[in-house]
T-cell receptor, first 111, second 117 residues
Framework: DQQVKQNSPSLSVQEGRISILNCDYTNSMFDYFLWYKKYPAEGPTFLISISSIKDKNEDGRFTVFLNKSAKHLSLHIVPSQPGDSAVYFC??????????FGTGTRLQVFP | ETGVTQTPRHLVMGMTNKKSLKCEQH?????MYWYKQSAKKPLELMFV???????ENNSVPSRFSPECPNSSHLFLHLHTLQPEDSALYLC????????????????FGSGTQLSVL
């Protein structure tokens, strides 16, 4: 059973608009969450993280929101740019256990 | 060279072949990982090495054999693979398993796309 779920396999957004990528988890022991971004033919790269003691973390155009009661987190990209087109993976962990990844959401930002 | 380097980038092998994947990290990290990414599946952790010691084997079949001679190098030896083993194999490194949360921040290589015929 998948503990981290990204139910939208793909998302298409116009340049300049907001991209919202969603992630749901089932394990209430998860206390650290990360987003990774992956371009074709490259490995995933770390994007942004959030601890369970926070409900929001912002880094430039990227903001991650955590709703612990709903076991839901989301990544907002504002404004979206064509270079943001990639696959985004959500991951979660309950220290000191291993990271659990979602299946990824492919974001396409079109002009 | 910086970051995490994996070779080869692509590999095609028969089921009776023996091959090895190589990973090298230039980040001064102490933990190294092998992950498998199959189509439409989450990244699956295969092995973890912390300070050259294997700390996790995630129920991986014995036809996959890891080797970590030092904190900078990691190998994955392959033998008698099956077609269902075809996938992208990713190496990653991190600061090292310990009390810091920095360990979840993984640095990945570009992967080896493996096809088993």
């Amino acid at each position: 059973d998948q503990q981290v779920k990204q139910n939208s396999p793909s998302l298409s957004v116009q340049e300049g608009r907001i991209s919202i990528l969603n992630c749901d988890y089932t394990n209430s022991m998860f206390d650290y969450f990360l987003w990774y971004k992956k371009y074709p033919a490259e490995g995933p790269t770390f994007l942004i993280s959030i601890s369970s003691i926070k409900d929001k973390n912002e880094d430039g155009r990227f903001t991650v929101f955590l709703n612990k009661s709903a076991k839901h987190l989301s990544l907002h990209i504002v404004p979206s740019q064509p270079g943001d087109s990639a696959v985004y993976f959500c991951a979660a962990s309950a220290f000191p256990d291993k990271l659990i990844f979602g299946t990824g959401t492919r974001l396409q930002v079109f002009p | 060279e910086t970051g995490v380097t994996q070779t080869p980038r692509h590999l095609v092998m028969g089921m009776t072949n023996k091959k090895s994947l190589k990973c090298e990290q230039h980040l001064g990290h102490n933990a190294m990982y092998w992950y498998k990414q199959s189509a439409k599946k989450p990244l699956e952790l295969m092995f973890v090495y912390n300070f050259k010691e294997q700390t996790e084997n995630n129920s991986v079949p014995s036809r996959f054999s890891p080797e970590c001679p030092n904190s900078s190098h990691l190998f994955l030896h392959l033998h008698t693979l099956q077609p269902e083993d075809s996938a992208l194999y990713l190496c990653a490194s991190s600061q090292g398993v310990g009390s810091s949360r920095r360990n979840e921040k993984l640095f990945f290589g570009s992967g080896t796309q493996l096809s088993v015929l």
